[in-house]
């Protein structure tokens, strides 16, 4: 029986996992991390990450052939391929701090695993990582050269949150980087793809050198996160012109060169790996030589915060130039629908904004904790566009805790709100009763949509005021 173990138990870890032992039952995964808090969440009933469709696949495999553990050095010692899946983020201090990624954790996890293999390994990058890293990896994974063979393929994950068991049945394209120079490192592809093949098409398992698929990853990220500044800039010429982004975006999706997907006008794009893996592919621009490639991937970031300010603008204006003490109800906070994900998500820039001009806050979000966006709302927010000697993190008010209240459904959020602000797509936002909420709110009645879900026309026939992303007033 093949052993597979993953390092790193979370959105990709996790996930990836599962449907990996789900599609091959003759394989045995064990997925290890270090904190105890997380896997003992994914060895109860409530997972700690809301997937759809996720419990589902945990339920089958679980105890028979998928294991959740803390003892990470005991299951990398065992197994034949090992999976990378720890956290890449932004450095925020040091060479490189505000683009590069921080390799610590990718590090301390290549140095255990060279400590105590005794048996020769496929360590897989599954982690998002600069170009390159797998020479950086080769080293540590050899320093100590035990006369063990380790061979290092790159695997980068292209699942979305919110649709990644759909995404992991039924992905685009498996794309498997190693040294296809060697005849070892044909074979570890050869071994790698097997696994794949148990549920995905020979020809949608891609198959290149190392360094294409390290930097395949990055530039597939940079790309999809290029639509949505694209047309969110296009919005912000709607709004100036009286057309509709909505048409728009339809009218140029339809041609088949575009195509349909992605082009969803925005309050801005938010979770992990956008805005960090384009920062990382900045930097790699800039130590390459390569100014102007690094300028151009940076507006994309540039125009996200753009949009995300604009929008705030738009609501203090709106409303007298000032929310100083007025309520407003925020629906949804995490980053996109059917996640509890709040990284990097529009939603703490914009409350932070309203915050400034001393708005109250009631926010409702179906899937995201309190506590979360309590810790949200009260951390420094990370500069990445901050100069050389300048502080990275812009200070934030420490009075959160009085200017937010966090309720359990809309209606008690919009309940005397002067405002109502959507900062996520979530489908039940769509088919509230709005006559209800605009009876139980002071007038005049904003609507706010940074996700375009509400029907204006409908929403303005009752009585609201209504700012939509790239819609005529
Ligand atoms: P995450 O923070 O949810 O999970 C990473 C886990 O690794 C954490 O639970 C952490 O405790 C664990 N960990 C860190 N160091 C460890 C060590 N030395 N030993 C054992 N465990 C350790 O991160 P994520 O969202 O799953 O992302 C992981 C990687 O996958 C990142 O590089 C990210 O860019 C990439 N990625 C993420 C997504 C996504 O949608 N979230 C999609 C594709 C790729
Ligand atoms: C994204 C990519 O889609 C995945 O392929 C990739 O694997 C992953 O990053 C990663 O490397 O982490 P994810 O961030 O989970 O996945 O979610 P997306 O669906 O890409 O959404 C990102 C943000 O863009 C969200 O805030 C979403 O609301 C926004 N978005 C998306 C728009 O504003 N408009 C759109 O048309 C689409």
Redesign the pocket.
């Known amino acids: 029986m093949v052993k597979i173990c993953c390092i790193g138990a979370g ?2 870890g996790g996930p990836t996992m599962a449907v990996i032992a789900l599609k091959c039952p003759s394989i045995e995964v064990a997925v290890v991390d270090i904190s105890v808090s997380r896997i003992r969440a994914w060895n109860s009933e409530k997972l700690p990450i809301y997937e759809p469709g996720l419990d589902d696949v945990v339920k089958k495999c679980r105890g028979k052939n998928l294991f959740f553990s803390n003892e990470v050095e005991k299951n990398v010692a065992q197994a034949d391929i090992v999976f990378v899946s720890v956290n890449t983020p932004t450095k925020t201090s040091g060479l490189g701090a505000g683009k590069a990624a921080d390799l610590t954790y990718w590090e301390s996890a290549a140095r255990m695993i060279a400590d105590v293999s005794k048996s020769s390994k496929i360590v897989v990058e599954k982690s ?1 990582v600069p170009v390159k890293t797998a020479e950086a990896i080769e080293k540590i994974l050899t320093h100590n050269n035990k006369g063990i063979e380790f061979q290092i393929l790159s695997n ?9 068991i759909a ?1 992991l049945f039924d992905p685009d394209r498996v794309l498997i980087g190693g040294r296809e120079e060697t005849q070892g490192g044909l074979k570890a592809i050869k071994t790698l793809k097997d696994v794949y093949a148990h549920w995905v098409p020979q020809e949608r398992i891609i198959c290149t050198n190392l360094w294409s698929a390290e930097l395949s ?1 990055l530039a ?2 940079a790309f ?2 290029q ?2 500044s694209s ?2 800039s296009i919005s912000a010429l709607c709004e100036a012109t009286g057309a509709n982004v909505t048409q728009v ?1 339809y009218s140029v999706g339809k041609d088949s060169r575009i195509g349909p ?14 805005q ?2 384009i920062l990382n592919l900045v930097y790699i621009c800039e130590c390459n030589g390569l100014p102007e490639v690094a300028n151009y991937w940076k507006q994309v970031i540039k125009i996200n915060d753009y949009q995300k300010k604009r929008f705030v603008n738009r609501l203090v204006s709106s409303m007298f130039n000032t929310v100083s003490g007025k309520k407003i109800a925020i629906l949804g906070f995490s ?3 059917d ?1 509890g ?1 709040t990284r ?3 939603a703490i820039d914009v409350c932070k904004g309203l915050l400034s001009d001393r708005a109250h806050l009631i926010i409702y979000d179906p899937q995201v904790a309190e506590a979360q966006m309590m810790m949200d709302l009260s951390l420094p927010k990370f500069d990445w566009d901050s100069q050389p000697g300048s502080p990275m993190q812009i200070p934030t008010d420490e009075s959160v805790s009085q200017s937010v209240k966090v309720v359990h459904n809309a209606y008690e959020a919009t309940k005397d709100a002067h405002a109502i602000c959507i900062l ?2 979530w489908d039940e936002f769509k088919n509230l009763d709005y006559k209800k909420i605009y009876d139980n709110m002071p007038k005049p009645a904003y609507v706010f949509d940074g ?1 375009n879900v509400v029907d204006v026309g409908k929403l303005r026939q009752i009585g609201f005021i209504v700012y939509a992303i790239g819609k005529p007033l």
């Open positions: 959105y990709v998002t980068p994950e292209f699942l979305a949150e919110g649709t990644a995404d990853k597939a990220n999809l996160a639509r949505i047309v969110n975006s997907k992605f082009l969803s006008a925005s309050v801005g794009f938010g979770g992990s790996c956008f960090k893996d980053f996109k629908k996640t994900d990097e998500t529009p996520t797509e996700r």
